[in-house]
């Protein structure tokens, strides 16, 4: 069973910092596409960053220059690090992340259960 498990959201003032994490695990045996993607209260979920396992990113304009997405492939865990927060910027992000599994050897798209991010004074 893949699991995707996310932490570090919470709340934060408008330009602070907040660094999320998300870490596989089960039987996974190859990760292609590691990133992120958020919801805000009536809008459709977006993509914020997302890593391959070559390490080519690719960013949503509005973070560019603010976000950094990095991934460590030996603990199969994605980074998110959000610098200069502004209130929208606020929403639920999700881990996502395109991976091998024994059930799966062919690929299969997962998803996290989502943390909530709030930039507010």
């Known amino acids: 069973q893949v699991q995707l498990v996310e932490s570090g959201g919470g709340l934060v003032q408008p330009g602070g910092s907040l660094r999320l994490s998300c870490a596989a695990s089960g039987s996974i045996f190859g990760i292609y596409v590691m990133g992120w993607y958020r919801q805000a209260p009536g809008n459709q979920r977006e993509l914020v960053a997302r890593i391959t396992s070559a390490g080519t990113t690719t960013y949503v304009d509005s973070v560019k220059g603010r976000f950094t997405i990095s991934r460590d492939n030996a603990k199969n865990t994605v980074y998110l690090q959000m610098n200069s927060l502004k209130p929208e910027d606020t929403a639920v992000y999700y881990c996502?992340?395109?991976?091998?599994?024994?059930?799966?050897?062919?690929?299969?798209?997962?998803w996290g259960q989502g943390t909530q991010v709030t930039v507010s004074s």
């Open positions: 996502n992340a395109i991976l091998k599994s024994t059930a799966y050897p062919l690929g299969r798209n997962y």
